[in-house]
């Protein structure tokens, strides 16, 4: 588990100035992928699916609301609660992110063969799904080469 644990520090820390220069961080990663598909979903709900407390969520959410990556609008069949989602300006942005995610991924898994990244994304989903269920969760799927 060390070795996970550098490994996914290592890229982060890679990564994270990149991701910055495009008006993003690494941290923000599990709301942003969550939400690309347009639509909008409710604070608990994504803090269900980053696995963070609603306190860390809200906080995560206030900063990229001031960032204007999100917006808040009000849930048309609860009054009361809002809906997370994406601004256009984030949405736009998001291919050039995933890019380079994308392209970082290919050099960390430099000399690796297609069935060793392969085999090492299987391994990595079942830890995972694993993990999920010490936690008490049902696990999430993961995109293959994605950021999960």
């Given at each position: 588990m ?12 890679l990564?994270?100035g990149e991701m ?6 690494m ?5 942003l992928v ?9 604070q608990?709900?994504l ?26 609008v009000a ?19 998001m ?8 392209a ?9 063969s ?5 085999q090492?994304t299987?391994l990595?989903?079942?830890l ?9 969760g ?5 995109e ?5």
């Open positions: 060390k070795l996970v644990g550098r490994a996914s520090r290592v890229f982060i820390r990564v994270d910055r220069e495009l008006g993003f961080a941290g923000q990663l599990p709301v969550s939400l690309k598909g347009g639509k909008a979903l409710s608990a709900e803090a269900r699916l980053a696995h963070v407390e609603q306190p860390s969520m809200a906080q995560l959410l206030n900063r990229m609301e001031r960032d204007g990556l999100v917006e808040r849930d048309p069949d609860d009054k009361r609660s809002r809906l997370i989602s994406l601004t256009p300006a984030a949405a736009r942005k291919p050039k992110a995933k890019a380079l995610l994308d970082r991924t290919v050099e960390a898994l430099d000399g690796f297609a069935a060793e990244a392969e090492l299987a990595l989903q079942r995972n799904a694993n993990l999920d269920r010490m936690e008490g049902e696990g999430e799927p993961v293959p080469g994605g950021a999960g």
